[in-house]
């Protein structure tokens, strides 16, 4: 079992090297580079001088200058659109500087991206535009979108993969929710384009698009790179550190042997070290 830890288990207020100071005490395989960092020039000699193991990126990292932009490969915008791909380029070169072996881009979504979260909520859905485009026009959208960043990827050494998405909040807002969306994606793109499973957005994808993530798993093993975990209520994306009888540990034992990224929110070091614990107590019941 191969577990990292995502750097957006603390607020937006720490430093990225005290995060990977704290996380170098951990028994952990290697980290994520989340995307709830503010802006800064020099990322790259921050995360190289404070972190030598293994680690991924994921989809605001690194962060763009401007505090109001939002990533939306699928965006009716054509200028936002665009944008969002240059974004992605850097985000894969940046990737590549640092070693790393996975990027992950969100997908896009039907509407643009406002906000990340409701001030105040334990629910890290984002809020958007009231204005949506049909979802065929954004899958067309994405497609363009990803057809650029997979030929720009293939010189670099990094692989690209989308996140799986769903909500039970915000229902049909993202883009790769329903099962079909695969299957048309992976004939589009066969084995170019790999998966980083959220697995709370599949989870709430599973039953309001009424499929089984256990079904889906098995179906789409080949593409799955990585995996991101975390607890919720069943209700809202909540990112919770886990707890003894988690949704999770149903559907551990079917995932490759790939980076599974512990994507918590507000979680302490304790509530770390105790989620760890629960992994690898469940690895040596297996």
């Known amino acids: 079992m191969q577990i990292f830890v995502s750097t957006t288990f603390n607020d937006d207020t720490a430093d990225l090297d005290f995060l990977l100071g704290e996380l170098k005490k951990l028994d952990i395989d290697g980290v994520e580079i989340g995307s709830t960092h503010k802006y800064k020039q020099n990322y790259v000699e921050i995360i190289k001088k404070c972190w030598q193991g293994r680690l991924v990126t994921h989809n605001f990292f690194p962060p763009s200058k401007d505090p109001n932009f939002f990533v939306n490969i699928a965006s009716e915008d054509l200028d936002h659109r665009l944008e969002s791909v240059k974004f992605a380029k850097n985000c894969l070169q940046t990737a590549n500087l640092l070693g790393a072996e996975i990027y992950t881009i969100h997908p896009g ?10 001030k105040g909520s334990d629910n890290y859905d984002m809020q958007f535009s009231n204005q949506r485009v049909s979802r065929k026009r954004a899958f067309s959208n994405m497609s363009k979108s990803l057809e650029d960043l997979i030929l720009f990827s293939q010189d670099l050494e990094v692989k690209l993969a989308i996140e799986t998405e769903g909500s039970a909040t915000k229902p049909g807002i993202s883009l790769m929710e329903d099962y ?5 994606l992976f004939s589009i793109f066969g084995d170019s384009i790999k998966l980083n499973l959220n697995l709370a957005h599949t989870s709430f994808a599973a039953k309001i698009y009424n499929y089984s993530l256990s079904d889906f798993i098995d179906a789409f093993y080949n593409w799955i790179i990585a995996a991101e975990i975390s607890h919720n209520d069943g209700l809202s994306d909540q990112h919770a550190s886990l707890i003894e009888d988690s949704y999770v540990f149903d559907h551990l034992n079917k995932l490759p042997d790939i980076p599974l990224i512990l994507e918590f929110r507000n979680a302490s070091m304790l509530d770390i070290r105790a989620s760890i614990f629960l992994m690898r107590r469940h690895q040596n019941k297996d």
């Open 109 to 118: 979504f039907l509407a643009n991206p406002q906000s990340s979260s409701l």
């Open 180 to 184: 079909s969306e695969y299957e048309e």
